[in-house]
């Protein structure tokens, strides 16, 4: 257990119920027990981009964590700091090359696949070439991480334990079905998937258990 003052302050987490970067981070705060205070953000009704909002997060995105005076954005940025901050029940493996493949896979997910159906980029496409946009770069990005997790995958994306790369599987998952990808050519993506959803910490983060989820959603 850390010592320093920074984790004994309550954090306050901005978040959005289907932001695959805010659901990151919710699952990392309740697989380690972190009590914090969850802040909507719609970003549909664009309050991201509002003036008050964007003095956290001059990106206009969630998540953004603010910790006392201090705030961090970039959801793997803040998956790190919780790391360091709360060491009780660890998401980075301590052997050295495990640590980097959990990053890896994480990388792939954060910067190869995921920022490719970000709100802003499928408004940009528009409505009429959202779907097939997603569907294409979703599954681009799935034959790459099926051969990966091949590779590393036991129980969980790397191995036997929860890691950070499982705090980025899942949210991608759900995007794949929201997307109506063909999950049948990945069946070690979907596997782990199925392994991780039912445990608790998972549960609690899902879009369906967050205040602002839509009743029709549920």
């Not at 695959?20 to 697989?31: D, E, K, N, T």
């Not at 997060?57 to 793997?76: D, K």
């Not at 995921?114 to 940009?124: F, G, H, I, T, W």
Request: charge should be neutral; proline fraction near 6%.
């Amino acid at each position: 257990m850390s010592t320093t003052n920074v984790t004994f302050l309550y954090p306050v987490l901005y978040s959005y119920y289907r932001s695959s970067c805010a659901w990151r981070v919710r699952i990392a705060l309740a697989y380690k027990g972190v009590e914090y205070e969850y802040r909507p953000v719609h970003l549909l009704k664009k309050e991201q981009v509002s003036d008050d909002y964007m003095k956290l997060n001059p990106m206009g995105q969630v998540p953004a964590l603010v910790i006392g005076s201090r705030t961090l954005t970039q959801s793997m940025s803040i998956l790190e700091y919780l790391e360091e901050a709360y060491p009780q029940k660890p998401l980075l493996p301590k052997d050295l090359f495990l640590r980097a493949k959990v990053r890896e896979v994480c990388e792939v997910i954060a910067s190869g696949i995921q920022p490719l159906q970000n709100l802003s980029v499928l408004q940009k496409v528009g409505d009429e070439k959202k779907m097939e946009w997603a569907q294409f770069y979703i599954n681009k990005g799935f034959i790459a991480l099926e051969q990966l997790l091949a590779g590393c995958a036991g129980k969980f994306s790397v191995g036997d334990e929860v890691t950070l790369a499982d705090c980025c599987l899942v949210p991608q998952v759900y995007n794949a079905f929201r997307f109506r990808v063909d999950k049948t050519p990945f069946p070690t993506i979907m596997r782990v998937n199925d392994a991780l959803k039912d445990l608790e910490p998972f549960k609690a983060a899902d879009p369906s258990n967050q205040l602002d989820c839509p009743e029709e959603m549920l």
